[in-house]
């Protein structure tokens, strides 16, 4: 059964630093993987996703998340964290089916 | 629609009520999704529909818990004697069904169980 955990339920980084948001997957196929962010009394929109073409693939607000088979890993980064970016982030795993399993979520803080 | 619209938007209720959570999914969309998020944790698999039958109901907690959808659209989420611990988000979810494509959320519907 497909599954993801999120390393971390609450990363805390300073205003200019690098975001780095762990997630690691199960599947028994190739799994096709998202980012989904949550920001504060909001709903879930997607950042970014991964269906098996390019291993790293660029989304919305200038993140990033790079596949990895052989770690079985979907990091999501940030070269430079925003306050704006202060939300709740989950990563997702769809594989066989159409249905998808989320993560319990990070919350990330940015701080002045 | 425009996207997926939920509601009511909030619904306070005695314990021991039943309640009645609707979810209309972007038009065209064969496949549903409903999730429950207690205040400050992760999403909860519920029911997942494929048209309207669903193929996963692993995720309902209960009994107490059920879901219907009619004429592969709108979808409603019953809970029967509502228990406190049942306070949540609850969000409905769509997609075109097919491997791969994102799921668009609705707003959610708070509910409070007094």
């Known amino acids: 059964a497909q599954s993801v955990t999120q390393l971390g339920s609450h990363v805390s980084v300073s205003e200019g630093a690098l975001v780095l948001l762990r997630c690691n997957y199960s599947s028994s196929v190739p799994p096709y993987l998202f980012w989904y962010v949550q920001y504060p009394n909001q709903g879930l929109q997607l950042l970014l996703k991964y269906t098996s073409a390019a291993t790293l693939v660029k989304g919305i607000n200038g993140f990033e998340a790079e596949f990895k088979k052989s770690e079985t890993s979907f990091h999501l980064t940030k070269p430079s964290a925003h306050m704006s970016d202060a939300a709740e982030y989950f990563c997702a795993v769809s594989d066989k089916h159409d249905d998808m399993r989320f993560g319990a979520g990070t919350r990330l803080t940015v701080k002045p | 629609g425009a996207g997926v619209s939920q509601s009511p938007s909030n619904k306070v209720t005695e314990k021991g009520k039943d309640v009645e959570l609707r979810c209309d999914p972007i038009?065209?969309?064969?496949?549903l999704y409903w999730y429950r998020q207690r205040l400050g944790q992760g999403l909860e698999f519920l029911i997942y529909f494929q048209g309207n039958s669903a193929p996963d109901k692993s995720g309902l907690p209960s009994d107490r818990f059920s879901a219907e959808r009619t004429g592969e659209s709108v979808s409603t989420l019953t809970i029967q004697r509502t228990q406190q611990e049942d306070s949540a988000v609850y969000l409905c979810a769509s997609s075109s069904g097919f491997r791969g494509h994102e799921q668009f959320f609705g707003p959610g519907t708070r509910l409070t169980v007094l």
């Open positions: 038009s065209g969309h064969t496949a």
